[in-house]
């Protein structure tokens, strides 16, 4: 007979506003099969769980339910306190009247019965419920990380040093990311290149990293400690093993007429190439989509290449054998490991996406990123501000702030949250290295709330003499040589125009793209701006819904990189954590077949999309065959339960989520149902 | 008409991962919506047997919403596709039994569109609200 004590959370104010949690207690009470029904202020406290654990002792209970807020809330908080009075967890339920029901209804009546419906299904459900034991499974001691960017830098370094292996993959042919891009960073005014650049070679050297570039992952498959992962590492045409670095094959490719990706499409690059001088690893790639030999025999539909075409980097390679290699194909490598960390980081939108400031048509209307780029030394114009349209140095220069960020109609809603202080930091490089230039900003807000951003914004104004506005740019037209900036000056309350030689627009962090495909591989969600989704904004900001799948840096959400940093070595810790043990503990939420009713269709067997479902064999005493029927194994099995729908014969079943729990929880939303003897 | 004022049954099977969690979003945002609708959870909506919904109806419910992830982010990869697919014959089945198809319903709400599924609610009810009470069920079974 079963014995269920159901525990009413008035969660402050929260659920008992708008519910009339003595109502509900009552109902609860007449509920068949129902021994205790009692309310409490906070359940989830220390005295409310060991009010629960002191009523299943003196009760006796074989189930609890506990009406409070969602089971992604406290479902283990409460699972845990009946395992220490020694119910078993997966006989506890959560009846989610929070978030469900007092934070959405406002009507106290239509609340109420809400709740008391919602109880009695979770009673009805709970009565079903048996008790289960957690899965161990082994762990594979590597991690995956995605994105050599400062994220990805950080939390391969903080988990190698650790002592475990690490596969770092870089989709482009070095390290460094958009951190490398920069020329300082604020609010030091650190050379980027000099902090980064130690990290990039500490991680190239390090005996615990596995470093993948020019390379993408192409599928994942499998879970939290045994995730099996394909690498595809692009076919580079460089042998590294042999290939020295020393350069000569750089030189002599030819044209230089490929716009640079590093340099946001200020310079150009040649086909064969190393993204910057400090790149790692130094070792060129061969971009296949502009090399000569290539394209030429793309163009005359041929796939073998012709040495005639081309071949300088070959005869300029000094290096026996060659290190140049025209033969090398896409190769697919199979890792396995047992956490991953994502750290794909940002793109910019690009100032062709802005009809009113000139859809990318002016040259001299540039974006934050390639202004680093003139301002860096390694850059296009080694380190001097110049204009792009004729080289000139700019008298003055106008920097536009939420260029698509907080413009809804934009279709960008949020705050890309560095603008404000990588602008700053720009109107100070510009008065740094052009002493008579004067800068002008246009703001709507100034958000420096970073440690010691709100002092290096007055150093601009202060120190550096950047005129700052209160106001939009309605329009930038070109007239003659100059930029003519029309906007507005709020604190002033005058329209303001200004004929400027450059203007730098701090446009929208966005995610980068094929975060969306990657996002899918491994099963994490993410939101309409394809930024990745944390498991709770926070308290869990480091890992997904994915066990196994962590996050690092602004793939998660436009951020800096001290937070980059920190939440790369968050989520480091997240995996040294998994890693510290040999077994981890999974939910025994598994699938299971019925031997005896198994018709052997091999339904489910399709179906499972972890092919967790096996063929075994049933024998008789003397070795012969009877029959052979489904198995589904619980290492393997995920808990979906899309066997037990599909099977034909009733045979499959899914532990936590049985057929006869859902039935009787569907029986039981509007009414009582007829008390049957539940053992 | 009289009969707009009535509150409708309507039962929702959600997925643990993605319409639940966007409820529990709509909750933390306090967003409003309708009381008339209770859900039950899921681990993927790949679970949901068609006798569920016909379970559903037979308890007297006037509306069943089917509601998981978006194509391609199912978090078993694939649930939700066998999901949509049995939901689509499925509904066929009641049109030909003369049934309202309105009162078989699918979406995808992300964890992250608690506004979606708020407005989604609010507009189930009414649309249902539209339409009498679901008697027809009892009519075949008696």
Same mark, same amino acid.
């Given at each position: 007979?079963?014995?269920?004590?159901?525990?009413?959370?008035?969660?402050?104010?929260?659920?008992?506003?708008?519910?009339?949690?003595?109502?509900?207690?009552?109902?609860?009470?007449?509920?068949?099969?129902?021994?205790?029904?009692?309310?409490?202020?906070?359940?989830?406290?220390?005295?409310?769980?060991?009010?629960?654990?002191?009523?299943?002792?003196?009760?006796?209970?074989?189930?609890?339910?506990?009406?409070?807020?969602?089971?992604?809330?406290?479902?283990? #908080?409460? !699972?845990?306190?009946?395992?220490?009075?020694?119910? @078993?967890?997966? &006989?506890?339920?959560? +009846?989610?009247?929070? =978030?469900?029901?007092?934070?959405?209804?406002?009507?106290?009546?239509?609340?109420?019965?809400?709740?008391?419906?919602?109880?009695?299904?979770?009673?009805?459900?709970?009565?079903?419920?048996?008790?289960?034991?957690?899965?161990?499974?082994?762990?594979?001691?590597?991690?995956?990380?995605?994105?050599?960017?400062?994220?990805?830098?950080?939390?391969?370094?903080?988990?190698?040093?650790?002592?475990?292996?690490?596969?770092?993959?870089?989709?482009?042919?070095?390290?460094?990311?958009?951190?490398?891009?920069?020329?300082?960073?604020?609010?030091?005014?650190?050379?980027?290149?000099?902090?980064? #650049?130690? !990290?990039?070679?500490?991680?190239?050297?390090?005996? @615990?990293?596995? &470093?993948?570039?020019? +390379?993408?992952?192409? =599928?994942?498959?499998?879970?939290?400690?045994?995730?099996?992962?394909?690498?595809?590492?692009?076919?580079?045409?460089?042998?590294?093993?042999?290939?020295?670095?020393?350069?000569?094959?750089?030189?002599?490719?030819?044209?230089?007429?490929?716009?640079?990706?590093?340099?946001?499409?200020?310079?150009?690059?040649?086909?064969?190439?190393?993204?910057?001088?400090?790149?790692?690893?130094?070792?060129?790639?061969?971009?296949?989509?502009?090399?000569?030999?290539?394209?030429?025999?793309?163009?005359?539909?041929?796939?073998?290449?012709?040495?005639?075409?081309?071949?300088?980097?070959?005869?300029?390679?000094?290096?026996?054998?060659?290190?140049?290699?025209?033969?090398?194909?896409?190769?697919?490598?199979?890792?396995?490991?047992?956490?991953?960390?994502?750290?794909?980081?940002?793109?910019?939108?690009?100032?062709?996406?802005?009809?009113?400031?000139?859809?990318?048509?002016?040259?001299?209307?540039?974006?934050?990123?390639?202004?680093?780029?003139?301002?860096?030394?390694?850059?296009?114009?080694?380190?001097?501000?110049?204009?792009?349209?004729?080289?000139?140095?700019?008298?003055?220069?106008?920097?536009?702030?939420?260029?698509?960020?907080?413009?809804?109609?934009?279709?960008?809603?949020?705050?890309?949250?560095?603008?404000?202080?990588?602008?700053?930091?720009?109107?100070?490089?510009?008065?740094?290295?052009?002493?008579?230039?004067?800068?002008?900003?246009?703001?709507?807000?100034?958000?420096?709330?970073?440690?010691?951003?709100?002092?290096?914004?007055?150093?601009?104004?202060?120190?550096?003499?950047?005129?700052?506005?209160?106001?939009?740019?309605?329009?930038?037209?070109?007239?003659?040589?100059?930029?003519?900036?029309?906007?507005?000056?709020?604190?002033?309350?005058?329209?303001?125009?200004?004929?400027?030689?450059?203007?730098?627009?701090?446009?929208?962090?966005?995610?980068?793209?094929?975060?969306?495909?990657?996002?899918?591989?491994?099963?994490?969600?993410?939101?309409?701006?394809?930024?990745?989704?944390?498991?709770?904004?926070?308290?869990?900001?480091?890992?997904?819904?994915?066990?196994?799948?962590?996050?690092?840096?602004?793939?998660?959400?436009?951020?800096?990189?001290?937070?980059?940093?920190?939440?790369?070595?968050?989520?480091?810790?997240?995996?040294?954590?998994?890693?510290?043990?040999?077994?981890?503990?999974?939910?025994?939420?598994?699938?299971?077949?019925?031997?005896?009713?198994?018709?052997?269709?091999?339904?489910?067997?399709?179906?499972?999309?972890?092919?967790?479902?096996?063929?075994?064999?049933?024998?008789?005493?003397?070795?012969?065959?009877?029959?052979?029927?489904?198995?589904?194994?619980?290492?393997?099995?995920?808990?979906?339960?899309?066997?037990?729908?599909?099977?034909?014969?009733?045979?499959?079943?899914?532990?936590?989520?049985?057929?006869?729990?859902?039935?009787?929880?569907?029986?039981?939303?509007?009414?009582?149902?007829?008390?049957?003897?539940?053992? | 008409?009289?009969?707009?004022?009535?509150?409708?049954?309507?039962?929702?099977?959600?997925?643990?991962?993605?319409?639940?969690?966007?409820?529990?979003?709509?909750?933390?945002?306090?967003?409003?919506?309708?009381?008339?609708?209770?859900?039950?959870?899921?681990?993927?909506?790949?679970?949901?047997?068609?006798?569920?919904?016909?379970?559903?109806?037979?308890?007297?419910?006037?509306?069943?919403?089917?509601?998981?992830?978006?194509?391609?982010?199912?978090?078993?990869?694939?649930?939700?596709?066998?999901?949509?697919?049995?939901?689509?014959?499925?509904?066929?089945?009641?049109?030909?039994?003369?049934?309202?198809?309105?009162?078989?319903?699918?979406?995808?709400?992300?964890?992250?569109?608690?506004?979606?599924?708020?407005?989604?609610?609010?507009?189930?009810?009414?649309?249902?609200?539209?339409?009498?009470?679901?008697?027809?069920?009892?009519?075949?079974?008696?």
């Amino acid at each position: 007979m079963a014995k269920i004590g159901v525990f009413i959370c008035h969660c402050g104010e929260n659920i008992a506003r708008t519910i009339d949690v003595d109502e509900v207690t009552d109902e609860v009470e007449e509920m068949g099969g129902v021994v205790v029904s009692t309310d409490y202020k906070y359940v989830c406290s220390d005295p409310g769980q060991e009010m629960i654990k002191e009523t299943i002792q003196k009760h006796d209970l074989s189930g609890v339910v506990v009406a409070a807020c969602s089971p992604r809330m406290h479902e283990n #908080t409460f !699972r845990r306190a009946c395992s220490s009075a020694g119910l @078993n967890p997966y &006989l506890c339920e959560m +009846a989610n009247i929070r =978030e469900h029901c007092s934070w959405v209804h406002t009507d106290e009546e239509e609340a109420t019965q809400k709740a008391i419906d919602m109880v009695r299904i979770m009673v009805e459900k709970a009565k079903r419920n048996t008790e289960l034991e957690p899965i161990m499974v082994p762990v594979t001691k590597r991690a995956l990380v995605i994105g050599g960017g400062i994220a990805g830098i950080q939390a391969a370094l903080d988990i190698a040093n650790t002592g475990h292996e690490v596969v770092l993959v870089e989709k482009t042919p070095s390290i460094g990311g958009h951190m490398a891009q920069l020329s300082e960073t604020f609010p030091t005014l650190d050379c980027s290149q000099c902090i980064l #650049t130690p !990290r990039m070679v500490e991680v190239a050297q390090h005996p @615990n990293i596995k &470093l993948y570039v020019y +390379a993408e992952v192409a =599928e994942v498959n499998g879970y939290i400690g045994n995730f099996d992962v394909k690498v595809r590492q692009r076919a580079k045409f460089v042998i590294d093993d042999i290939c020295t670095g020393c350069g000569d094959c750089l030189e002599a490719c030819e044209p230089r007429s490929i716009p640079s990706e590093f340099d946001v499409g200020l310079s150009k690059r040649t086909a064969l190439y190393v993204p910057f001088p400090q790149a790692v690893p130094n070792k060129p790639v061969i971009d296949n989509e502009t090399c000569k030999l290539f394209t030429i025999a793309a163009e005359e539909g041929r796939e073998k290449l012709k040495r005639s075409d081309c071949g300088e980097c070959y005869e300029a390679c000094p290096t026996k054998p060659n290190s140049i290699d025209f033969t090398q194909k896409d190769e697919y490598i199979d890792e396995k490991v047992g956490a991953i960390v994502v750290a794909t980081g940002f793109d910019v939108m690009e100032t062709s996406e802005i009809a009113e400031y000139g859809y990318g048509k002016y040259e001299d209307v540039i974006t934050g990123l390639q202004f680093e780029r003139l301002a860096s030394a390694s850059g296009p114009t080694a380190g001097e501000i110049k204009r792009p349209s004729d080289g000139n140095t700019p008298e003055n220069i106008v920097f536009i702030q939420c260029v698509g960020s907080r413009d809804q109609a934009k279709g960008i809603s949020y705050c890309s949250k560095i603008c404000c202080m990588y602008t700053a930091k720009h109107t100070m490089l510009y008065k740094h290295k052009v002493h008579d230039g004067q800068a002008y900003v246009f703001y709507m807000d100034i958000r420096a709330g970073g440690k010691n951003y709100e002092e290096f914004t007055r150093r601009a104004i202060e120190e550096d003499g950047a005129i700052y506005l209160r106001g939009r740019v309605s329009r930038i037209y070109k007239e003659k040589d100059v930029l003519m900036v029309k906007g507005f000056d709020t604190i002033s309350g005058m329209p303001v125009e200004i004929a400027a030689d450059m203007v730098v627009l701090a446009t929208a962090m966005k995610a980068s793209p094929k975060t969306n495909e990657l996002a899918q591989m491994l099963g994490v969600s993410f939101d309409k701006y394809s930024f990745l989704s944390e498991a709770h904004p926070k308290l869990r900001p480091v890992e997904t819904a994915t066990a196994g799948v962590f996050l690092a840096g602004a793939c998660q959400a436009p951020k800096d990189i001290p937070d980059a940093v920190s939440q790369a070595s968050g989520a480091a810790a997240k995996v040294a954590a998994l890693f510290s043990q040999d077994l981890y503990e999974r939910e025994p939420v598994v699938a299971s077949v019925d031997e005896n009713t198994c018709v052997a269709c091999f339904f489910c067997l399709e179906a499972c999309p972890y092919g967790a479902i096996e063929r075994k064999e049933i024998k008789d005493r003397d070795g012969n065959l009877i029959k052979t029927v489904s198995f589904a194994n619980e290492a393997v099995c995920q808990g979906c339960g899309v066997c037990v729908s599909v099977c034909r014969s009733n045979s499959a079943d899914l532990a936590g989520f049985t057929d006869e729990q859902m039935f009787a929880s569907i029986e039981a939303i509007w009414e009582q149902i007829e008390e049957k003897d539940v053992a | 008409m009289a009969k707009k004022n009535w509150n409708p049954k309507i039962v929702a099977f959600v997925c643990n991962w993605c319409t639940y969690a966007g409820a529990d979003l709509a909750g933390t945002s306090r967003l409003k919506y309708d009381a008339n609708i209770r859900l039950l959870r899921v681990p993927c909506t790949g679970r949901i047997d068609t006798l569920f919904i016909v379970k559903a109806f037979e308890q007297g419910a006037d509306c069943v919403l089917v509601s998981g992830c978006h194509p391609g982010d199912c978090h078993y990869d694939a649930g939700n596709y066998h999901a949509r697919r049995r939901w689509i014959i499925f509904r066929e089945l009641m049109s030909f039994l003369g049934i309202d198809d309105r009162r078989l319903q699918f979406s995808s709400v992300s964890a992250a569109e608690g506004v979606k599924w708020a407005k989604l609610i609010n507009g189930l009810v009414d649309e249902i609200r539209s339409i009498d009470p679901f008697k027809e069920y009892q009519r075949l079974t008696s």
